[in-house]
C-alpha cells in the first residue's frame, strides 16, 4: 500500500513538471512553408528559423482598434511605437505591452495641433520622435513626453520646381542629426535635411534600365505617338532605415529592380555587399500570380544583419552582411503567423515584429533553435570569432544538412587556421567556387613547400643516375670504336689474300 501511494505522488509530481516545463518552440506548428534556395536556384525544404507566439491588437492593449497602422518602431532601451494612421496618434508601449502613452495632439505655439494621415516615424538616441505627417506635409519632431521640438516642412530649394509638394513618408536621422526622408513623388532620390531642418539635396538615387529599342523608336516617332509613350523615370523608394555606422539602407518599390535594397554611405554610393549566389530581391522562384517581390520595409539587425518585407507574398527575408539569405518566414493568409497586408517589421530582443495594416494587429514570432543557432553563428562570424563559429555551424548541420552558409562558414574557419586541405572539402559542399579557389591555390603552395625537400633530392638522385648512365654509355662506345676498326681490318686482309 505504502509503495503504491509513493507511486502515485512520483506520477502526480511527473505530470506538474511536465505541465509547468516551458515547450520549446516548434516549427511543426508554422502555418507557412520554409524554405531556402541552393546554388542552382532550386528551393529546398529548411527548419523554420521563427515561429509565431502571439498577436497583439489596439483592442487587447485597451486602447480601442488600430485603424490602418503603418509603421512601428523599436528604441534601443526596448520601448515600441506604432503609427496608427487611421486615428492620427502614436502609441507607446513597454516590452509586456503596457501601454505609456498615446500621443495625437501637440502644442504648437499656444494652439493645439494633431497629425493628418501620418505615416512614418524615427525614434533618435534622445527619444525625440520624427514623424512623417504625410497629409499636413511636414516632419513633427516632438521629445517622447510629446512637446514640440520643432516642425520641418515645406523645404525651399533651387533644385526643388517651383509646384513641388512635400509629402513626407518614411524619416530616418542619422547620429549627426541628418534627416533623411523618403517623400511621395520624389523620384530624384532620398531628401536629406541639415540638423536644422534646411534641404541640402538628394542622396541615393535609384538607376533607370534603359529600353535601347524603345529609345530608338522614339526618335522615329512623331509628337502625338511621343506624348503617348512610357516614361523612363527612376522608382520612388519605399522605405529606410539606418545602422549604427551611419550607413542608410533602402528599399525601392520596383519588383523588377534587381537592387531593391541599397545601402548608402554618406556619398550616396551604394555599398551592400552580394556575395550571395543571387541577388538580394527576397524570392527567386515566384508564382506569375503575385509576381516577384516587392519589397516595402527593411530593419537593419545585429552583427550586420538584415530583414526586408515582400509586400506581395507577406514575407520576410533576413541577410548576412556578404548578401547571403539566410532564412525565409511568413506568407499570406488568415492565421497567426500570415498576414494580409504587412507594412512594418521590427525586432526587439531575439523576437522579431511585424505590422499588419490589414489585420490591425503586430504578430511576434520568436527564434526556433534553428534561427537562434544561425543568429549566433552569424555573429561570431562577423566579429571575427570563427573558431566559436564552427561548432554552432556544425549544430546548424545537425538541424538541417541542407544549409550552404554552414558548410562555407566552417570552410572559412578552416581557411583562417591555414587547414586548407579540410576547407577544400567544406567549400566543395557548400558549392563555394571563389573561396574554393582560394583554399586550392593555398593548399598546392602548402604541398610545395611540403614536400619540395624530397621532391628534389627524388630529382636530384634521377639527374644523377641519367647523366651516370649517359657517361658510362659513352665510355663503353670509346672502348668498342678501336677494337671494331682492328677486326674490319684484319677482315680485309683475309680477303684479299
Same mark, same amino acid.
Given at each position: 500500500?505504502?509503495?503504491?501511494?509513493?507511486?502515485?505522488?512520483?506520477?502526480?509530481?511527473?505530470?506538474?513538471?511536465?505541465?509547468?516545463?516551458?515547450?520549446?518552440?516548434?516549427?511543426?506548428?508554422?502555418?507557412?512553408?520554409?524554405?531556402?534556395?541552393?546554388?542552382?536556384?532550386?528551393?529546398?525544404?529548411?527548419?523554420?528559423?521563427?515561429?509565431?507566439?502571439?498577436?497583439?491588437?489596439?483592442?487587447?492593449?485597451?486602447?480601442?482598434?488600430?485603424?490602418?497602422?503603418?509603421?512601428?518602431?523599436?528604441?534601443?532601451?526596448?520601448?515600441?511605437?506604432?503609427?496608427?494612421?487611421?486615428?492620427?496618434?502614436?502609441?507607446?508601449?513597454?516590452?509586456?505591452?503596457?501601454?505609456?502613452?498615446?500621443?495625437?495632439?501637440?502644442?504648437?505655439?499656444?494652439?493645439?495641433?494633431?497629425?493628418?494621415?501620418?505615416?512614418?516615424?524615427?525614434?533618435?538616441?534622445?527619444?525625440?520622435?520624427?514623424?512623417?505627417?504625410?497629409?499636413?506635409?511636414?516632419?513633427?519632431?516632438?521629445?517622447?513626453?510629446?512637446?514640440?521640438?520643432?516642425?520641418?516642412?515645406?523645404?525651399?530649394?533651387?533644385?526643388?520646381?517651383?509646384?513641388?509638394?512635400?509629402?513626407?513618408?518614411?524619416?530616418?536621422?542619422?547620429?549627426?542629426?541628418?534627416?533623411?526622408?523618403?517623400?511621395?513623388?520624389?523620384?530624384?532620390?532620398?531628401?536629406?535635411?541639415?540638423?536644422?531642418?534646411?534641404?541640402?539635396?538628394?542622396?541615393?538615387?535609384?538607376?533607370?534600365?534603359?529600353?535601347?529599342?524603345?529609345?530608338?523608336?522614339?526618335?522615329?516617332?512623331?509628337?502625338?505617338? @511621343? $506624348?503617348?509613350? =512610357?516614361? !523612363?523615370? *527612376? &522608382?520612388? #523608394?519605399?522605405?529606410?532605415?539606418?545602422? /549604427?555606422? %551611419?550607413?542608410? +539602407?533602402?528599399?525601392?518599390?520596383?519588383?523588377?529592380?534587381?537592387?531593391?535594397?541599397?545601402?548608402?554611405?554618406?556619398?550616396?554610393?551604394?555599398?551592400?555587399?552580394?556575395?550571395?549566389?543571387?541577388?538580394?530581391?527576397?524570392?527567386?522562384?515566384?508564382?506569375?500570380?503575385?509576381?516577384?517581390?516587392?519589397?516595402?520595409?527593411?530593419?537593419?539587425?545585429?552583427?550586420?544583419?538584415?530583414?526586408?518585407?515582400?509586400?506581395?507574398?507577406?514575407?520576410?527575408?533576413?541577410?548576412?552582411?556578404?548578401?547571403?539569405?539566410?532564412?525565409?518566414?511568413?506568407?499570406?493568409?488568415?492565421?497567426?503567423?500570415?498576414?494580409?497586408?504587412?507594412?512594418?517589421?521590427?525586432?526587439?530582443?531575439?523576437?522579431?515584429?511585424?505590422?499588419?495594416?490589414? @489585420? $490591425?494587429?503586430? =504578430?511576434? !514570432?520568436? *527564434? &526556433?533553435? #534553428?534561427?537562434?543557432?544561425?543568429?549566433? /553563428?552569424? %555573429?561570431?562570424? +562577423?566579429?571575427?570569432?570563427?573558431?566559436?563559429?564552427?561548432?554552432?555551424?556544425?549544430?546548424?548541420?545537425?538541424?538541417?544538412?541542407?544549409?550552404?552558409?554552414?558548410?562555407?562558414?566552417?570552410?572559412?574557419?578552416?581557411?583562417?587556421?591555414?587547414?586548407?586541405?579540410?576547407?577544400?572539402?567544406?567549400?566543395?559542399?557548400?558549392?563555394?567556387?571563389?573561396?574554393?579557389?582560394?583554399?586550392?591555390?593555398?593548399?598546392?603552395?602548402?604541398?610545395?613547400?611540403?614536400?619540395?625537400?624530397?621532391?628534389?633530392?627524388?630529382?636530384?638522385?634521377?639527374?644523377?643516375?641519367?647523366?651516370?648512365?649517359?657517361?658510362?654509355?659513352?665510355?663503353?662506345?670509346?672502348?668498342?670504336?678501336?677494337?671494331?676498326?682492328?677486326?674490319?681490318?684484319?677482315? @680485309?686482309?683475309?680477303?684479299?689474300?
Amino acid at each position: 500500500m505504502a509503495a503504491k501511494k509513493w507511486f502515485l505522488v512520483v506520477a502526480a509530481a511527473s505530470l506538474l513538471f511536465i505541465n509547468a516545463a516551458p515547450a520549446p518552440v516548434s516549427a511543426a506548428s508554422t502555418p507557412y512553408e520554409s524554405y531556402n534556395y541552393n546554388f542552382w536556384e532550386e528551393s529546398v525544404p529548411s527548419p523554420a528559423a521563427y515561429v509565431p507566439s502571439r498577436s497583439v491588437s489596439g483592442a487587447d492593449l485597451g486602447i480601442g482598434d488600430f485603424l490602418e497602422p503603418s509603421d512601428m518602431v523599436v528604441t534601443e532601451s526596448g520601448l515600441i511605437y506604432i503609427v496608427d494612421t487611421g486615428n492620427g496618434r502614436i502609441v507607446n508601449v513597454d516590452e509586456q505591452w503596457k501601454v505609456l502613452g498615446v500621443i495625437s495632439r501637440f502644442n504648437n505655439e499656444g494652439k493645439e495641433d494633431t497629425f493628418k494621415n501620418p505615416t512614418g516615424l524615427f525614434v533618435d538616441d534622445e527619444d525625440n520622435l520624427y514623424i512623417a505627417d504625410s497629409d499636413n506635409g511636414r516632419i513633427v519632431v516632438l521629445t517622447k513626453e510629446g512637446e514640440l521640438v520643432r516642425i520641418i516642412d515645406q523645404p525651399q530649394s533651387e533644385i526643388l520646381a517651383a509646384d513641388f509638394k512635400f509629402n513626407p513618408i518614411k524619416v530616418t536621422v542619422d547620429k549627426a542629426k541628418r534627416v533623411f526622408v523618403v517623400a511621395k513623388g520624389v523620384y530624384e532620390g532620398i531628401m536629406q535635411f541639415d540638423s536644422n531642418g534646411e534641404f541640402i539635396g538628394y542622396v541615393g538615387t535609384n538607376k533607370v534600365t534603359r529600353d535601347y529599342t524603345e529609345y530608338i523608336w522614339r526618335l522615329l516617332s512623331t509628337k502625338a505617338q @511621343k $506624348s503617348q509613350m =512610357v516614361l !523612363f523615370i *527612376p &522608382t520612388e #523608394f519605399s522605405n529606410i532605415d539606418i545602422d /549604427a555606422k %551611419g550607413f542608410v +539602407y533602402a528599399t525601392n518599390i520596383d519588383p523588377g529592380s534587381k537592387e531593391p535594397v541599397k545601402r548608402l554611405n554618406p556619398s550616396g554610393e551604394d555599398v551592400l555587399k552580394r556575395f550571395g549566389y543571387f541577388d538580394v530581391k527576397g524570392d527567386i522562384l515566384f508564382r506569375r500570380i503575385l509576381g516577384p517581390s516587392k519589397l516595402i520595409d527593411v530593419k537593419v539587425l545585429k552583427n550586420g544583419m538584415y530583414s526586408v518585407l515582400d509586400a506581395n507574398q507577406g514575407k520576410i527575408f533576413t541577410y548576412n552582411d556578404e548578401g547571403d539569405l539566410l532564412y525565409v518566414y511568413g506568407g499570406k493568409g488568415n492565421q497567426l503567423g500570415t498576414f494580409k497586408t504587412p507594412v512594418a517589421v521590427e525586432s526587439i530582443g531575439g523576437n522579431q515584429l511585424v505590422l499588419d495594416r490589414g @489585420k $490591425s494587429n503586430i =504578430v511576434v !514570432f520568436e *527564434p &526556433t533553435k #534553428f534561427g537562434s543557432r544561425v543568429n549566433e /553563428a552569424v %555573429g561570431y562570424h +562577423y566579429n571575427g570569432d570563427d573558431q566559436l563559429a564552427v561548432p554552432i555551424w556544425q549544430e546548424v548541420l545537425r538541424l538541417n544538412s541542407n544549409y550552404d552558409i554552414a558548410y562555407i562558414g566552417i570552410g572559412k574557419s578552416l581557411l583562417m587556421e591555414k587547414r586548407n586541405g579540410e576547407a577544400l572539402e567544406y567549400f566543395k559542399l557548400g558549392m563555394d567556387r571563389e573561396n574554393y579557389s582560394v583554399a586550392y591555390k593555398r593548399y598546392r603552395r602548402e604541398q610545395m613547400k611540403e614536400h619540395f625537400g624530397t621532391f628534389m633530392t627524388v630529382l636530384l638522385v634521377i639527374v644523377a643516375a641519367w647523366l651516370a648512365f649517359k657517361f658510362v654509355s659513352s665510355q663503353r662506345r670509346k672502348r668498342m670504336k678501336p677494337i671494331s676498326g682492328f677486326a674490319s681490318q684484319k677482315l @680485309k686482309e683475309g680477303k684479299t689474300s
